[in-house]
């Protein structure tokens, strides 16, 4: 475990996290690859502000119109559960 550098605490780390934050990790880092080939990599920006705009405008696409092969092809928007009025269920009773 070297301080100096890094590196060898920055292993450590790695090999003990838990299979869950590997699996988080996995979308995070397609999520950040999506994001500098679709918005950082396709416009040559001149301001932080048009940066955030695009990226704002191409949030809203990402998470409300465009499918994810994740999801079945289905949109987050879409996808992401409702809730139910009080007192009503989506489960049915099998008799």
Same mark, same amino acid.
């Given at each position: 475990?070297?301080?100096?550098?890094?590196?060898?605490?920055?292993?450590?780390?790695?090999?003990?996290?838990?299979?869950?934050?590997?699996? /988080?990790?996995?979308?995070?880092?397609?999520?950040?690859?999506?994001? &500098?080939?679709?918005? @950082?990599?396709?416009? !040559?920006? *001149?301001?932080?502000?048009?940066?955030?705009?695009?990226?704002?405008?191409?949030?809203? /696409?990402?998470?409300?119109?465009?499918?994810?092969?994740?999801?079945? &092809?289905?949109?987050? @928007?879409?996808?992401? !559960?409702? *809730?139910?009025?009080?007192?009503?269920?989506?489960?049915?009773?099998?008799?």
């Amino acid at each position: 475990m070297r301080s100096s550098s890094g590196r060898r605490i920055a292993a450590s780390r790695c090999a003990s996290s838990s299979l869950a934050s590997q699996n /988080e990790n996995a979308y995070i880092e397609r999520f950040n690859r999506t994001y &500098r080939d679709e918005v @950082l990599s396709a416009y !040559p920006f *001149e301001s932080t502000e048009q940066v955030q705009q695009i990226t704002d405008d191409w949030l809203i /696409e990402y998470n409300e119109l465009r499918p994810h092969d994740s999801l079945w &092809r289905v949109p987050p @928007l879409t996808y992401m !559960p409702r *809730e139910l009025p009080a007192g009503e269920s989506s489960f049915k009773l099998s008799t």
